[in-house]
């Protein structure tokens, strides 16, 4: 009785702080879902004459992601030849770290979104699989001599299973689901992982669905950052975590002229070399430039609803981990 009245104060107080968050920016919104419209998002207002930017140059809301979505395509095939070599293979590393700051257990389910080839998800999977399998060596380190109790519950855990971890890779571009698919049939990857395609401002899935929402390298790509996060908040199960990993604002002025130097030199070059596309990584680089720093994201994801939002910048904020809590 006492644990569901804690869960229901909780989400009380989750209800009544995104109110106060949301309610001078989308009224029409939270009219309706006060009045009980399940599914409801107040997204429909029109953006006709409004503008964006897609890189440097200004656009029309309605034309960005037709833009962003051809610009995926183009590269799709080259993606993560072109991620090792813009990055000199960092980017894994930076997709490590975000494994180990989220430390997922076994059989919690993820949504990856703007999941693309499925970096993210292959590491949530392998983790999963070896936290179990560490937990496991423990259990029989503790348990030396174990009575006859001990016996009969590991052949019944060992008949039910390890708990079944799933991961779903949401991308609004058919193409890098594409990859991401033929690379998941490489690597030997059958079980517990989904492909959905999805737009991050409008998910295909009911609310409080997924333990984990994740999305790397991807949120700058969409036309209104608010509601993809208002999104992952809907999406997400009760105590639930958001996670982003997004590039950012380097923090060292000397690392930052240097990296400023290397991006408008020498990525659009590889680009064109390994790819043959010199439009799509100008547009990636300048995206980057245009992206809010660490605080104003951190504050964008705490307006969104989430609690308990901070960042971890990673080398030297060349790139940041976000996280926040569903409530």
């Known amino acids: 009785m006492a644990a569901s009245i804690r869960t ?132 029989v380190k503790s348990h030396q001599t174990p009575s006859w109790q001990d016996i009969a519950d590991h052949y019944v855990s060992d008949e039910a299973g390890p708990p079944r971890s799933h991961a779903v890779v949401c991308d609004i571009n058919k193409e890098m689901l594409k990859v991401g698919k033929q690379r998941a049939e490489k690597a030997g990857i059958t079980t517990g992982l989904s492909w959905v395609v999805g737009d991050a401002e409008e998910l295909p ?25 208002q999104e992952a908040l809907r999406v997400l199960k009760p105590g639930g975590r958001f996670m982003c990993l997004e590039f950012s604002k380097v923090t060292n002025p000397l690392l930052a002229r240097l990296y400023d130097t290397y991006s408008f030199q020498m990525i659009p070059v590889l680009g064109e070399v390994i790819a043959g596309d010199w439009k799509s990584y100008q547009y990636l680089v300048e995206s980057i430039r245009k ?37």
Request: charged content about 25%; aromatic content about 12%.
């Open 291 to 327: 992206f809010p720093d660490q605080e104003t994201f951190k504050e964008m994801i705490e307006d969104a609803g989430f609690f308990c939002v901070q960042y971890f910048n990673l080398t030297g904020g060349i790139v940041a981990v976000h996280s926040g809590f569903k409530l």
């Open 8 to 139: 229901l104060t909780l989400r009380v107080l989750s209800d009544f702080t995104r109110n106060i968050h949301h309610v001078s920016r989308s009224p029409i919104k939270h009219l309706c879902c006060r009045a009980g419209f399940t599914g409801c998002r107040g997204y429909s207002d029109s953006t006709e004459g409004r503008s964006t930017h897609f890189g440097y140059q200004t656009v029309p809301e309605e034309e960005k992601a037709g833009k962003v979505y051809k610009v995926f395509e183009s590269v799709a095939n080259n993606y993560d030849v072109m991620n090792d070599a813009m990055s000199l293979g960092i980017h894994r590393l930076w997709k490590d770290t975000l494994l180990h700051i989220m430390n997922p257990q076994p059989g919690l389910r993820l949504l990856d979104t703007a999941g693309g080839t499925g970096d993210i998800s292959f590491r949530f999977l392998e983790y999963t699989r070896s936290m179990y399998d560490r937990q496991q060596r423990m259990r």
């Open 205 to 229: 899935f009911d609310d409080d669905q997924f333990d984990i929402y994740t999305i790397a390298f991807g949120i700058r790509n969409v036309t209104h950052i608010e509601q993809a996060l």
